[in-house]
């Protein structure tokens, strides 16, 4: 059974960070492509980030780029996404997505491919 669970969501002040984690079991993680998404309360998905298997590629949407940096451990069979300079409007449900083939973030967020998990909530708010 394929499982990917998200950990390391909370309650933060604005300009604040947190690391969002994702575990991964079930499929080979190394041939996996990695993605973040969010979804926002009342709002649509809207893709976040993505990472190639190797590490090598990434993609941020614009409005996080520059403050969120996707990273993964094939090792540990994890991915991150590390949130710094949090804003009110990052405040959603994030969740991770693997694929074994590359999806542009609005083919992911349209068609959902892959596996996905259930998602940890950030809160950002003073």
């Known amino acids: 059974e394929v499982q990917l669970v998200e950990s390391g969501g909370g309650l933060v002040q604005p300009g604040g960070s947190l690391r969002l984690s994702c575990a991964v079991s079930?499929?080979?993680?190394?041939?996996?492509?990695m993605y973040w998404v969010r979804q926002a309360p009342g709002k649509g998905l809207e893709w976040v980030s993505t990472?190639?298997?190797?590490?090598?590629?990434?993609y941020y949407a614009e409005s996080v780029k520059g403050r969120f940096t996707i990273s993964r451990d094939n090792a540990k069979n994890t991915v991150y996404l590390q949130m710094n300079s949090l804003k009110p409007e990052d405040t959603a449900v994030y969740s991770c997505?693997?694929?074994?083939?590359?999806?542009?973030?609005?083919?992911?967020?349209?068609?959902?491919?892959?596996?996905w998990g259930q998602g940890t909530q950030v809160t950002v708010s003073s």
């Open positions: 997505v693997g694929s074994s083939k590359y999806h542009g973030g609005a083919y992911i967020v349209a068609l959902r491919p892959g596996y």
């Open positions: 079930g499929l080979t993680f190394s041939e996996y492509w």
């Open positions: 990472i190639d298997t190797g590490s090598i590629t990434t």
